[in-house]
């Protein structure tokens, strides 16, 4: 009789199951996890002095640390500027479209302002000039709220447009459907990533409120906690293509 070793079945990547939360701590863990992390972390800081490209390496650094986290790898990336000034890029311009976004409602709605400006001009001295004059004092308020939610709607979709330009995709803003949908079906996660998100631009703040030479260790220290909070969350979110 011809008996056949038995095989031990192993799940298919497909068939593990996808996260549904995600840590906050874990990202704080992470952050000093690497024992070489303080060598690493202020040579990514002392790139940033560098013009444009500088970010464009710290981008891609930040990309790298995103792939290590999804992998369970806690090494970080060494300086590597050639291939991280590459990976930069998709994420880089990726965040540049939410900026544009709002730079140019900004604008737009300060054009509003001109019209008004010109009719209060030429009509200085007059009773229509101070009702002009309250009417642009109301406007000014109303572009205040507007521009404060925009900038507040804009901050709150940042995590996820920067979890997309890590997966290389350097214009999700066209393509919304799919964050829309990943950030509706895990709400939860997503909040945590917001606060989490706020909790790390505080930390990268803390180095030029207090020294600023400090700023060198706490804001790429921040964005390495950053990118461990992103790779959680794209694992919760999964593939944009996909949906």
Known sequence: MDIKP?????????ATPAATTVDIG??????TADPQWLNKVVIMGLVTLIPVAGYLVVFGW????????????????????GTQLEKGIAPFVAMLGPMAAMMIGMFGLQLLMIPFALLAEATQGT???????????????????VMFVAIFAISAVV??????????EMMPILSPKASIVA??????????VLVGSFAFNMISQVGVMLCFVGMFVT???A?????????????????????
């Open 159 to 168: 995590p996820e447009v920067m979890r997309r330009g890590m997966r290389g």
């Open 219 to 221: 804001m790429p220290l």
């Open 223 to 243: 964005m390495v906690g950053m990118s461990h909070l992103l790779a959680q969350w794209d694992r919760v979110a999964g593939d944009p293509q996909a949906a």
């Open 183 to 192: 950030i509706k079906n895990n709400g939860g996660a997503f909040l945590m």
């Open 26 to 31: 874990q990202a704080f863990s992470y952050m």
């Open 62 to 81: 930040m990309r790298e640390i995103f792939e290590r986290a999804k992998e369970g790898r806690q090494e970080l990336p060494a300086l590597d500027f």
């Open 127 to 145: 009773a229509v000039a101070g009702v002009l004059g309250a009417l642009m004092g109301l406007l000014g308020v109303l572009i205040s709220l």
């Open 6 to 14: 038995k095989q031990t079945p192993y799940a298919s990547p497909e």
